[in-house]
């Protein structure tokens, strides 16, 4: 009988042998089997078995197979299934979005820095130090929160030029714009906002000092007193005042030599300040003509004191501290403040009356003549009045039709005039036509009243001096006699002729022949040694001599007395729009009677008054 053999001990071996050299020789299945199982891969596997050297009958062409052909089930996709892969993609695709936006940001603009001033354009710059000149900063706070402030040196001198102060405003838009978009990740178009809107991201330079962001005083060795000459302070006073809470200080500063924009602007920043709760300061240590004290008294002080000056910022409008000069007008008096105070539901000039308003009350509290000239003032005024005054039983006085002429350097608005002036003809006509109208109708008889029409008076103020002496002009009194400014031909006539061998020195005669200019103003008080075909422009900056303070002193005194004659004397104003002189008599007479009652005439075609020109 042969030897038992251990035939799963055989096969495992044969097996093992199979899948190491894979020889179709030593297959144990038949060639002729009718199934396609293959069988087991490996001896130990556990699904092992000696099934499939059974032959069976291959299954039936019509029924299904029951088990998948490839040995792996069918995949069965649904709409959840692509659904879920499409916010999975989606997803992923949004976090690598921002995350690039986010590096593209930090990349290009770092989070601490500041704008440099060196051309139009501004970039961020990222350091350590802070920069020795005025500019806005970019910071992080200790929470990683991204605002900005602006750096002022406490050592810088007060006031900044005006060109800085202007620069200062045109970066703050550029660095808010960039904090904005560093909050938002992206960079995205910024809409133009409101007179009061509240940027989150600026932080006050008093808030950033608190938090270490900024110096401040403290950090700084051997500081300079406060610069700068703020009208009415008295820097040696015993009584120590807090700094007020909120304030606004206008600087007395420009390159335009007249005085109306400066006094249009000075009284509209007052009423603006009162408006808004702001304690109002007055700086007039760079003005062009001299102290603030020189022509009017000290503007009522409030019960604080001024801030330092290097908290005192131009722009944005919400800051606690402002300073408000001519370099700034446009940022504070420009078109988000008519759109912010015109009443819309008004027509025409009507609108104005908020604006007009402010200018009002700056008039008030602020122009107060010094002592002198308000005294001559006073009496000049009473002086005309009592011409006007007719005995009893006459019902009415006589009128004083105030007439203001501007030449010189400022032309009308009107088309066909507005490369020379409106004739002076034009002036005497429109007065003599208020002063038909009012008396018409009005005498004893119901016919025109000749004698208040024969008491009634004509008074003139202009710059140019050869306006007193026209034939249109010749019989009306000037507004005020106590500073004349004369013609060359006047002052020759004056000066003394006579045979002498000896003759006294005197001064080379500066007339004012066509009303005022600019340039003749720059130019007092200093040498003639300018050749007569030069045509630099005078150098504004240049230090003036005590001599020229002297002369537009004189010139300034002259200018207000004759608006103040005007302004509180007159019953009726004739003047040109295009004038800012005309526009602050009107602000004198007030609303009711230069606007509403229509005593404030307007020649200089259908322009309506405006306040403050930028």
Not at 287 to 312: D, L, T
Not at 492 to 501: K, L, R
Not at 522 to 543: C, D, F, R, Y
Request: glycine fraction near 8%; include cysteine; charged fraction near 25%.
């Amino acid at each position: 009988m042969p030897p038992h053999l251990d035939l799963s001990t055989t096969y495992s071996h044969a097996d093992m042998i199979l899948s190491s050299r894979n020889s179709p020789r030593l297959s144990l299945r038949r060639a002729t089997s009718y199934t396609n199982d293959r069988g087991p891969m490996s001896s130990t596997s556990s699904r092992f078995s000696f099934n499939h050297l059974i032959s069976s009958p291959p299954p039936s062409p019509g029924l299904p197979a029951l088990v998948p052909r490839h040995g792996r089930p069918v995949p069965t996709r649904s709409k959840r299934t692509y659904l879920r892969a499409l916010l999975w993609l989606l997803g992923v695709s949004v976090i690598l979005y921002y995350g690039f936006t986010r590096m593209r940001l930090d990349r290009s603009k770092k989070q601490v820095g500041w704008a440099t001033n060196s051309g139009d354009e501004y970039e961020m710059v990222g350091d350590s130090e802070l920069p020795d000149f005025p500019t806005p900063v970019v910071v992080t706070d200790k929470r990683g929160r991204t605002k900005w402030t602006v750096s002022i040196p406490v050592d810088a001198a007060f006031p900044l030029e005006p060109h800085q102060y202007a620069e200062i405003c045109t970066q703050n838009t550029e660095v808010a714009n960039h904090v904005a978009d560093l909050h938002a990740h992206m960079h995205r178009p910024h809409s133009h906002y409101g007179y009061y809107h509240v940027d989150p991201y600026f932080m006050d330079v008093a808030e950033a000092e608190e938090h270490g962001l900024l110096p401040g005083p403290k950090g700084k060795k051997n500081m300079k007193a406060q610069d700068g000459s703020v009208v009415g302070e008295y820097a040696d006073s015993l009584i120590v005042q807090d700094v007020c809470e909120t304030s606004m200080t206008f600087v007395l500063e420009t390159s335009d030599a007249g005085l109306g924009k400066t006094l249009m602007m000075l009284w509209s920043a007052y009423g603006l300040a009162q408006k808004e709760g702001r304690a109002f300061f007055v700086d007039d240590s760079r003005w062009a003509y001299g102290k603030f004290e020189s022509f009017f008294r000290p503007p009522p002080m409030p019960k604080c004191r001024p801030p330092p000056r290097h908290e005192m910022l131009p722009c944005p409008h919400h800051a606690r501290h402002l300073v408000v000069s001519a370099a700034t007008a446009v940022h504070t008096f420009g078109g988000a403040f008519n759109e912010e105070f015109e009443d819309p539901r008004k027509m025409e000039v009507y609108r104005q009356k908020p604006m007009f308003d402010f200018a009002r009350a700056g008039y008030l509290a602020l122009f107060q003549l010094a002592d002198a000239d308000r005294v001559y003032v006073q009496n000049r005024v009473s002086e005309l009045r009592l011409r006007t005054l007719l005995e009893p039983p006459e019902p009415e006085n006589g009128l004083i039709i105030g007439v203001h002429v501007r030449h010189g350097d400022r032309h009308p608005y009107e088309f066909q005039y507005r490369d020379s002036y409106v004739p002076l003809e034009r002036y005497g006509e429109k007065a003599r036509d208020v002063l038909h109208q009012t008396f018409n109708g009005t005498g004893l008889d119901g016919g025109e009243n000749m004698a208040a029409e024969m008491r009634s008076l004509f008074i003139v103020a202009s710059d140019d001096p050869d306006v007193y002496e026209s034939d249109e002009f010749s019989h009306a009194s000037r507004a005020q006699e106590q500073i004349r400014l004369a013609s060359k031909t006047a002052v020759g006539e004056s000066q003394p002729t006579g045979g002498s061998a000896i003759r006294k020195f005197v001064d080379e005669t500066v007339g004012w022949e066509g009303g005022f200019f600019a340039g003749m103003f720059w130019s007092l008080g200093k040498p003639s040694s300018i050749p007569i075909n030069a045509m630099e422009t005078p150098e504004t900056k240049l230090l003036a001599t005590e001599e020229a303070f002297r002369l537009r002193e004189l010139v300034g005194r002259a200018y207000l007395m004759d608006l103040a004659v005007l302004g509180e004397a007159s019953d009726r104003i004739v003047c040109t729009v295009s004038s800012m002189g005309c526009k602050l008599l009107a602000v004198m007479m007030g609303w009711e009677n230069a606007v509403v009652n229509g005593r404030w005439v307007n020649i200089d075609g259908d322009f309506e008054w405006r306040g403050v020109s930028w």
